[in-house]
């Protein structure tokens, strides 16, 4: 691909990424022979598929990609006023994004593991997006 939108998607068709993981009857139903990422995303927005279009990017991007754009995401929702472990877990992950080497990947594994997992009380994205930064193997691309 091009260097401008979804630059960073190495599949050359949709059904490719689609194969990755289950995808909802309305998505099903727009996917094509031959599509590329770019036009199942703009078909997929076109019908206001827009968490199919999230799942579907979930998958496309890289995975240090997908962290980082899910980190950008959930900062937007959640704004800048947020608790100390949670403050400490995207920092964590947001090191990782830019530096991912073994002692990022561990500290950022650390600062979700701060954090309580079983308070499902509240969204608690940043312990599960530094799990995700933990999940990733070496050389941390796909």
């Known amino acids: 691909m091009d260097a401008g939108p979804l630059s960073k998607v190495s599949a050359k068709t949709a059904a490719e990424v689609c194969s990755r993981y289950k995808l909802t009857d309305a998505a099903r139903k727009r996917l094509q022979d031959g599509l590329t990422p770019r036009q199942f995303v703009e078909l997929l927005l076109q019908a206001h598929g827009y968490e199919d279009a999230f799942d579907f990017l979930a998958y496309a991007l890289p995975r240090r990609e997908a962290i980082w754009w899910a980190c950008l995401t959930l900062r937007h929702i959640l704004g800048p006023d947020l608790p100390p472990l949670e403050q400490a877990a995207l920092k964590a992950v947001v090191e990782w994004v830019l530096q991912p080497d073994e002692a990022k990947r561990r500290a950022a594994q650390a600062a979700g593991e701060a954090i309580d ?13 530094a799990a995700a930064v933990a999940w990733v193997p070496p050389p941390f691309r796909r």
């Open 117 to 129: 997992f079983r308070n499902l009380s509240a969204l608690r994205p940043w312990p599960c997006m």
